[in-house]
């Protein structure tokens, strides 16, 4: 099974970016969708975006779209979130997620989850 380590999060004003990474170890990383997701304080998770395998992004919370990018490197056993133009209601812990079926990068559930790593934008 892999475990996932995210990192990157951090105190920013709204328009700055971050870049967040989710490094894993311990199974074929390759073979894994990996997903990120949200959670606010006092709010449900939110699954912001997912990247299969093979790289191909698919993107689940339209007031990321154009401003977040997911991306992943297969040797290096990464997955990065780039987030630009934060915004103050982009405040929330951020979670990567792993799982080896297709149906997690379609929206389902992840079995591997990460600790979180918190990004607060401040206005």
């Known amino acids: 099974q892999v475990q996932l380590v995210e990192s990157g999060g951090g105190l920013v004003q709204a328009g700055d970016s971050l870049r967040l990474s989710c490094a894993a170890s311990?199974?074929?990383?390759?073979?894994?969708?990996i997903g990120w997701f949200r959670q606010a304080p006092g709010k449900e998770r939110e699954f912001v975006v997912a990247i299969n395998p093979g790289g191909v992004s698919r993107y689940y919370l339209d007031s990321v779209k154009g401003r977040f990018t997911i991306s992943r490197d297969n040797a290096r056993n990464t997955v990065a979130l780039q987030m630009n133009d934060l915004k103050p209601e982009d405040t929330a812990v951020y979670y990567c997620?792993?799982?080896?079926?297709?149906?997690?990068?379609?929206?389902?559930?992840?079995?591997?989850w990460g600790q979180g790593t918190q990004v607060t934008v401040s206005s």
């Open positions: 997620a792993g799982d080896l079926r297709y149906s997690s990068y379609l929206g389902g559930t992840y079995a591997y």
């Open positions: 311990g199974g074929t990383f390759n073979r894994y969708a």
